[in-house]
């Protein structure tokens, strides 16, 4: 029975960064993957040219019920020992808005540095592995025994890389979470992150209208004081319409904190004095049809259901024909929009999953479980979320070096 020193479960970004990692350190090494080759959430990200950072990493970027968990890892790998690992290998890289870095070419770049640092140390990866059973064992220097039904492994460390629930035709599945609590860890609640939002008739006719339409708005959840634990986000990026309900940065991000039946709100004009324009717009040009005035500022399809829904019963009159009671009514409704989505898309386009392996089970500083000797879990199975724009990815390689360096 082939003996390792450590064997990862998962050959997705943490995963890789753990093996790596650990066959720096002497360690043989060997990961096991399900699909029929690592890193295909790599591959697909930031449409294909992996925003595999971001210049701004700080824990408030990220999502746990236990928001400080994160600080040790992401403290001792940081973004910059990411990017300093990236010009090693030569690889092209641009800065977007938000200070997300992607690739000028291809997300492969990253698979095959990833990938060429394994090779260099040894990792032996192995594909279409199917797990029949993983248990503990008492044989030194062995803690646990593997195996997939035809073959048998056994391993000092194991670390668990096998992600969340999230797209699952990538291959995604809840096996970390069952190992964990075979292990007899507590795993938090999860459900889909980063996903769009979707809504009942006949708002959801009215987005299908407006398939296509994008627009910078500002998406926030109100603070509700008659929670607890009340949370208040907002971001300030595109929001896009779709044929199912509402997507795009701004939507995705609010997701995160979106509860059943929690209004989000939208401000259509961030950073606009809408009250104060369209009073100068009446003084101005009297004549002319509130529809007219927005639509210089606002997608014109956008406009026309505004008007159906904020005033259908003036909206041929003039701006002279509107009160100003009336017209400050409308710029509130424009800058505080209210949508209740009904649900969001689910797991199968989500591109994160919130929840997962609990951070009280495991140690901050090595990433293994304080109870399971040897057991380590890494990346998007653990109850660490983090925001879009390369967040996720830096969660990944940091706890993956962290894991690495004990395993």
């Not at 990411?82 to 990253?110: M, N, P, T, W």
């Not at 009250?275 to 005035?293: I, V």
């Not at 653990?382 to 360096?405: C, E, I, K």
Request: aromatic share 8%; proline share 5%; glycine share 10%.
């Amino acid at each position: 029975m082939p003996h390792y020193d450590v064997i990862v479960l998962g050959g997705g970004a943490a995963g890789l960064m753990s093996a790596l990692v650990a066959g720096r350190r002497g360690r043989r090494v060997l990961v096991l993957d399900s699909s029929n080759r690592v890193g295909k959430k790599i591959l697909m990200s930031g449409g294909g040219r992996c925003n595999f950072t971001n210049l701004n990493v700080e824990p408030e970027h990220y999502l746990s019920a236990n928001p400080h968990f994160c600080k040790s890892a992401l403290s001792r790998y940081t973004q910059w020992d990411f990017i300093a690992l990236v010009e090693k290998h030569g690889i092209a890289y641009h800065e977007r808005k938000h200070g997300q870095l992607f690739c000028d070419h291809s997300a492969k770049d990253i698979l095959g540095m990833l990938q060429s640092e394994c090779d260099d140390v040894g990792v032996t990866i192995r594909t279409h592995w199917q797990p029949a059973g993983i248990a503990a064992t008492d044989v030194a220097p062995a803690r646990f025994a593997i195996t997939d039904g035809t073959q048998s492994y056994t391993a000092a460390s194991l670390i668990v890389a096998t992600g969340g629930l999230s797209i699952p035709k990538m291959g995604a599945s809840g096996y970390g979470y069952d190992l964990a609590r075979e292990f007899g860890l507590n795993v938090l609640p999860t459900r889909a992150g980063l996903v769009p939002l979707v809504f009942d008739d006949p708002f959801s006719d009215a987005c299908a209208s407006l398939s296509g339409v994008s627009l910078d708005c500002r998406v926030s959840i109100d603070r509700d004081p008659g929670r607890a634990k009340a949370v208040h986000a907002a971001f300030t990026e595109a929001l896009m319409f779709s044929h199912r309900g509402l997507t795009g940065p701004a939507v995705l991000q609010i997701s995160n904190y979106w509860t059943e039946k929690q209004p989000v709100i939208v401000d259509l004009l961030p950073g606009e004095a809408v009250p104060e324009w369209l009073s100068a717009a009446k003084r101005n040009r009297p004549k002319t049809l509130l529809r007219s005035t927005l639509a210089e500022k606002l997608p014109r399809r956008l406009v026309l259901l505004l008007e159906q829904l904020f005033w259908a019963r003036s909206r041929e009159l003039p701006l002279a024909g509107i009160s100003d009671s009336e017209l400050d009514a409308i710029a509130q409704r424009l800058t505080h929009w209210s949508l209740t989505p009904s649900g969001t898309q689910g797991f199968a386009t989500a591109e994160v999953t919130l929840g997962g392996v609990d951070t009280d089970e495991i140690s901050s500083k090595t990433m293994e479980a304080k109870r399971v000797p040897g057991l380590y879990f890494v990346g998007e199975v653990v109850d660490v979320t983090g925001h879009l724009g390369g967040y996720n990815f830096q969660w990944a390689w940091a706890s993956g070096f962290v894991a690495g360096s004990y395993a």
